[in-house]
């Protein structure tokens, strides 16, 4: 694996799910057993979506950048991938979503190592 198929997998990733969040929000929560309030859970939803989005055209852009700016963007994902472990690790030993809940920290996790990895172990990837 190398950082720019790194940066392909976070971009197919985020592209499914920002995709599902946008369209379907109720209907992607529910499976993680989460109700949401109508109007704002589903606002907030989407724009979690809208989210998922953006983070997929910059990963698929990213592979190709300057090392310069491609170690910016690492790094920001290390950030986004860092607190998106913590909060829905959080959120699982709440009780906040379901078994299903454990494949996002799994996914942030994942990710974040990945990057962690490129952006201090293994510069340039």
């Known amino acids: 694996m190398n950082l720019k198929n790194l940066l392909l997998v976070n971009a197919i990733v985020a592209l499914f799910f920002g995709v599902v969040f946008v369209l379907l929000p109720e209907d992607a929560l529910a499976q993680y057993g989460v109700k949401l309030m109508p109007k704002a859970g589903i606002f907030v939803a989407r724009l979690f979506g809208a989210t998922l989005l ?72």
């Open 54 to 125: 953006g983070v997929a055209i910059i990963s698929w852009f990213a592979r190709t950048m300057s090392a310069d700016a491609r170690s910016g963007v690492v790094l920001g994902f290390i950030v986004i991938d860092g607190v998106g472990f913590i909060v829905s690790l959080l959120a699982q030993i709440d009780g906040v979503v379901n078994e299903l809940g454990w494949s996002t920290v799994v996914i942030y996790l994942l990710l974040g190592l990945g990057f962690i990895y490129f952006r201090f172990m293994k510069p340039g990837g």
